[in-house]
């Protein structure tokens, strides 16, 4: 997301620049099928469940999961930023990322379908959460906290729910995205 720092060191394409950062996300998503194809053989999984975990990713990773949110989030819109475009950007960038590393997981474990579609819910209110507070922390955080210098996000221009509601509206969001993402997982049945 074109940041220079993560976890207090500079970014690929700062140290090896943008053509390297490119080519290696490249490789790194390729990989992820890769080892979760050679690795799921390898434990026993039938192909038919190994393809469902391969749709997953590839449709969590792909043109209208993470790319897209990351297109919206390096080239956003140019009318005013609303809440919904906002949670769009984040539940395509990260919401789809974590649903689908927790669907994988209980695909691969037989979850029934009202388990997934609760888990799918869990997911994308964890994801809301996650980069909730990631925006928070880009206000209220330390680069020795973040491993990012702060404010990063208002110095690039990146609508955030900080800049669109406050930090106390912000901070309410979070809660009330995690009790949601705890609601959903209870009623998964698969917490206690």
């Not at 394409?13 to 080892?35: P, Q, S, W």
């Not at 999984?45 to 043109?63: H, K, N, T, Y």
């Amino acid at each position: 997301d074109n940041d220079d720092l993560r976890r207090g060191r500079p970014t690929n394409h700062k140290v090896y620049g943008e053509a390297m950062a490119i080519l290696a996300g490249d490789a790194l998503l390729t990989y992820a099928f890769d080892l979760m194809l050679s690795q799921g053989k390898k434990n026993g999984f039938d192909a038919e469940v190994l393809l469902r975990v391969c749709l997953e990713l590839s449709s969590a990773a792909g043109p209208r999961g993470m790319v897209a949110g990351q297109v919206l989030d390096v080239f956003p819109s140019q009318e005013p930023p609303t809440l919904q475009n906002l949670e769009d950007v984040h539940l395509r960038k990260t919401g789809c990322m974590i649903t689908s590393a927790i669907r994988a997981g209980a695909i691969l474990c037989g979850a029934t379908d009202g388990q997934l579609q609760k888990l799918s819910q869990f997911g994308r209110h964890l994801g809301l959460a996650f980069q909730i507070q990631d925006d928070l922390l880009d206000v209220l955080g330390s680069q020795e906290k973040t491993g990012k210098p702060q404010g990063s996000d208002e110095r690039s221009g990146k609508q955030t729910y900080v800049s669109l509601l406050g930090v106390p509206e912000a901070q309410k969001e979070v809660a009330r995205y995690t009790q949601l993402a705890k609601q959903a997982l209870v009623e998964s049945g698969i917490s206690p």
